[in-house]
T-cell receptor, first 111, second 115 residues
Framework: GENVEQHPSTLSVQEGDSAVIKCTYS??????FPWYKQELGKRPQLIID?????GEKKDQRIAVTLNKTAKHFSLHITETQPEDSAVYFC??????????FGTGTSLTVIP | NAGVTQTPKFRILKIGQSMTLQCTQD?????MYWYRQDPGMGLKLIYY???????DKGEVPNGYNVSRSTTEDFPLRLELAAPSQTSVYFC??????????????FGPGTRLTVT
């Protein structure tokens, strides 16, 4: 099956700086790569996703890039704010199959 | 729309007991999923369903069973609970691919402790 690795496991940045979280996947059949934000005690919520036919996608301060050849994708958060502090999960899979999640990155934005 | 609802919110089980975690969605989504999330870890797929009457195993199905008799409901059954099943359980649903989004909508979770 798919194997998703996520790095780093913890990340601290100063408010206003950028944060980058990276994931790699193993199954070349995966074609959908979502990113979820989970606040303490809450449910995961989708913040951005990308499909395999797209190399980059942006939504305001959040962007995701995908390199299919290298099988890695990254989340970029610019101008970080304290409310960005949470655990972020990447996932990989296809809609005919299963989704596999990374182990999460705990992001702390220091005011 | 209530979205995805789960009951109960919390439950403590003794080893060997059984229980059913309930999940209901009111968005007419075809796809439904059950995940478990252990402390400090990502989500692992237990079972999923692509429509009423169709279910399939995920990454960690042992010790669980599911059924999908309606589009709305996707209960998860734990038989002979074990301490290793202590976790937070999330149900999720998503529309058919091609309906504009692949997003999975998660329920609020059920925190289960087996002692």
């Amino acid at each position: 099956g798919e194997n998703v690795e996520q790095h780093p496991s913890t990340l601290s940045v100063q408010e206003g700086d950028s944060a980058v979280i990276k994931c790699t996947y193993s199954d070349s059949a995966s074609n959908y790569f979502p990113w979820y934000k989970q606040e303490l005690g809450k449910r995961p919520q989708l913040i951005i996703d990308i499909r395999s036919n797209v190399g980059e996608k942006k939504d305001q301060r959040i962007a995701v890039t995908l390199n299919k050849t290298a099988k890695h994708f990254s989340l970029h958060i610019t101008e970080t704010q304290p409310e960005d502090s949470a655990v972020y999960f990447c996932a990989a899979g296809s809609f005919r199959n299963q989704f596999y999640f990374g182990t999460g990155t705990s992001l702390t934005v220091i005011p | 729309n209530a979205g995805v609802t789960q009951t109960p919110k919390f439950r403590i089980l003794k080893i060997g007991q059984s229980m059913t975690l309930q999940c209901t969605q009111d968005m007419n989504h075809n796809y439904m999923y059950w995940y478990r999330q252990d402390p400090g870890m990502g989500l692992k797929l237990i079972y999923y369903s692509v429509g009423a009457g169709i279910t399939d195993k995920g990454e960690v199905p042992n010790g669980y069973n599911v059924s999908r008799s309606t589009t709305e409901d996707f209960p998860l059954r734990l038989e002979l609970a074990a301490p290793s099943q202590t976790s937070v359980y999330f149900c999720a649903s998503s529309p058919l691919p091609g309906q504009g989004t692949y997003e999975q909508y998660f329920g609020p979770g059920t925190r289960l402790t087996v002692t």
